[in-house]
């Protein structure tokens, strides 16, 4: 067993919590934002070239030929998400004391149609192994919060919760304090109080399901669609 002596440096930050999505990979609680790499030409070529694949004769020189240059083009995908991937995550744990991270059903979400394959082009667990693995290396505090925690359907400011919401609801205003959110970002402060620890106390409002529903909270215009 061979023991790794933490490296020692100097943390900017003392904690970030970070959202993690597909249009924007990554959304931390500081209002910064990761965008991935566009892989849809390359994955578009990768369709074509499988259904090419398909039509030719089994063991013929150009199904084998197809073969090649479909792996290539797989192996390009993945080079450029693992370098983004490591940057990423060395900058973010490089910067912050402690990376707070939510635990995403990611086996569940794929199972989505139209969004499993952008899903998993994204590279969420690699990117959670590789802010641990390096976390441990630099002596950081990494958490992980529950995937049940309602860090989207919370003010990060009061603490009101004002229910889910559809995906196309990128901005939120709260009905409680009047503040103004970005979906993502709302949900990356919400991610990091509750993995610090510093949740909203007793004075934290409560939606009353009975009386305020979703619907009713639209209806006063308290969310606005992204155009």
Known sequence: MVEVEPVQVDAKNQSIGI??????????????????????????KIRRKQRKLARQSKDSKRRNKTRIQTAKLHNRIADTRKDFLHKLSTKVVSENQAIVLEDLNISGM????????????????EFRT????KSVKLGRDFR????????????????YR??????????VQCL?????????????KNIKKVGIGHCHDSKRTQRQSKTISVASVIEVSSVSPRL
């Not at 529950?146 to 003010?155: D, K, L």
């Open 130 to 133: 590789l802010c641990e693995a």
């Open 176 to 188: 409680n304090c009047g503040s103004e959110h970005d979906r993502d970002e709302n949900a990356a």
């Open 19 to 44: 959202d993690l999505g597909i249009e924007t990979f990554a959304v931390m609680s500081n209002g910064d934002k990761a965008i991935s790499p566009n892989y849809s030409k390359l994955d578009k």
């Open 144 to 159: 992980v919060i529950s995937r049940w925690e309602p860090t989207s359907q919370t003010c990060s400011e009061c603490g």
């Open 110 to 125: 794929v199972k989505n149609r139209k969004l499993s394959r952008a899903i998993s082009l994204q590279g969420w667990r």
């Open 162 to 171: 004002w229910g889910k919401l559809d995906l196309k609801v990128r901005k």
